[in-house]
């Protein structure tokens, strides 16, 4: 695709549920981050995958966060027993490769309601 | 830690005037970029304009410049002949350059720029 796509555009859920997000990078692009965006904290760094290498689980904020990338290319984000502080605009990003982290480019964003 | 700092939280300014965004941040790295991004309300983040750490000169990207402070550790942007495209959530962002950079991007709170007809 031209961009970075992200799905579902928009998800509510119950609090206590699980969410999947789904983020499809520029293609060729190795170099891949979630970001949340929320009222509360802001926009901060959640994750960062590069090829084959260990992820930087760095900014996950609890345990009840993970994410996977397969085959080095779509990326999933998980968040198990939702809570209502988990409410935000998930944003994604990616990049030729390390080197060029520089350059995100950033996809539209899952916008998540817990109730 | 690296902190970014926008102390305004909302700004306005007339069509085809200037405005400047501020940023202030704080680290005790040497070698980092700087960055402004565009959030408008697609929620979509566009790069404005990027700036290495170790080059003096401000950069420029049409409407838009710079004023980088390192010593400071300021760094505003200028938006010239202000349109009502640039409405905008204007963020500014500082990221680490190292060999065994993540990429983490460290953004400050945002500034919501109005442009008004």
């Known amino acids: 695709g031209a961009g970075v796509s992200q799905s579902p555009s928009n998800k509510v859920t119950e609090k206590g549920k699980d969410v999947e997000l789904r983020c499809d990078p520029i293609?060729?692009?190795?170099?891949l981050y979630w970001y949340r965006q929320s009222l509360g904290q802001g926009l901060e760094f959640l994750i960062y995958?590069?090829?084959?290498?260990?992820?930087?689980k760095s900014g996950l904020p609890s345990d009840r966060f993970s994410a996977e990338r397969t085959g080095g290319s779509v990326s999933t984000l998980t968040i198990q027993r939702t809570q209502q502080e988990d409410s935000a605009v998930y944003l994604c990003?990616?990049?030729?490769?390390?080197?060029?982290?520089?350059?995100?480019?950033f996809g539209p964003g899952t916008r998540l309601t817990v109730t | 830690a690296q902190t970014v700092t926008q102390s305004q939280p909302e700004m306005s300014v007339q069509e085809a005037e200037t405005v400047t965004l501020s940023c202030t941040y704080d680290?005790?790295?040497?070698?980092?970029?700087l960055f402004w991004y565009k959030q408008p309300p697609s929620r979509q983040m566009i790069l404005v304009i990027r700036?290495?750490?170790?080059?003096?000169q401000n950069a420029t990207e049409n409407r838009f410049s710079v004023n980088f402070q390192k010593a400071a550790k300021s760094f505003s942007l200028k938006i010239s002949d202000s349109q009502l495209g640039d409405t905008a959530m204007y963020f500014c962002?500082?990221?680490?350059?190292?060999?065994?950079?993540?990429?983490?991007?460290?953004f400050g709170q945002g500034t919501t720029l109005q442009v008004k007809p």
């Open positions: 995958f590069q090829g084959n290498s260990a992820p930087d």
């Open positions: 293609s060729g692009h190795t170099a």
């Open positions: 680290t005790s790295e040497n070698n980092y970029y």
């Open positions: 990003a990616s990049s030729r490769d390390r080197g060029t982290a520089y350059e995100q480019y």
């Open positions: 700036q290495e750490a170790y080059k003096q």
């Open positions: 962002a500082f990221m680490k350059r190292s060999s065994s950079n993540t990429g983490k991007l460290i």
